[in-house]
């Protein structure tokens, strides 16, 4: 394993400097650098240090990449239970504990619409797949057609409706902490 390399991708990955991470783990710069390069091994109590400044821990670092999951199929898809009358949704993605966003397919019968979300933090898109639907935020309300997305900051209260009488509407619903 490159580790020095696996540390600069990991530091670059979260945006961060060589000098913030030798701030975080009271450590010299140059000793992050050199441990970049691989010119230096650091200690395991340094090395802890410096996973941890990047946000990680020494079980994800030393964790094999091979068992990460890229793909889900369509049989991974969680279902949730206990929505309103007409309204199906599937979590698009298992197991995503590390990630920063929620991704969902909802189908939404004619008429049919989702309960109210109150304000939490994140941001929220939409990509309305077929259909047409009515997004609610606080007490503007915006109409969508087939092909239309949209994005908001989740500071509002928010639903979605389907407008049509007759129409199944599809939409993929993406929530990003």
């Known amino acids: 394993m490159d580790m020095g390399d696996k540390i600069r991708k990991l530091r670059l990955s979260k945006g961060m400097t060589q000098e913030d991470v030798a701030s975080r783990a009271d450590l010299a710069r140059s000793f992050i ?10 200690t395991v109590d340094n090395l802890e240090r410096i996973i941890k400044a990047v946000g990680s821990s020494l079980n994800a670092f030393f964790s094999d990449y091979s068992d990460e999951k890229i793909v889900y199929k369509k049989d991974d898809r969680v ?5 309103p009358p007409g309204i199906n949704i599937k979590m698009l993605m298992d197991e995503i504990e590390d990630k920063e966003l929620d991704a969902y397919y909802l189908l939404l019968e004619p008429n049919a619409e989702t309960d109210v979300e109150d304000y939490h933090n994140g941001d929220e898109f939409g990509f309305l797949i077929s259909g047409s639907l009515s997004l609610f935020l606080d007490d503007k309300v915006y109409r969508l057609e087939e092909g239309d997305c ?15 009488e007759e129409f199944e509407s599809r939409l993929l619903w993406i929530k990003f902490d």
């Open 33 to 42: 650098s050199q441990v970049e390069s691989d010119k230096t091994s650091p």
């Open 150 to 164: 949209f994005y908001f900051k989740a500071d509002k209260k928010h639903h979605v409706k389907n407008t049509s």
């Open 79 to 83: 279902p949730l239970y206990d929505m």
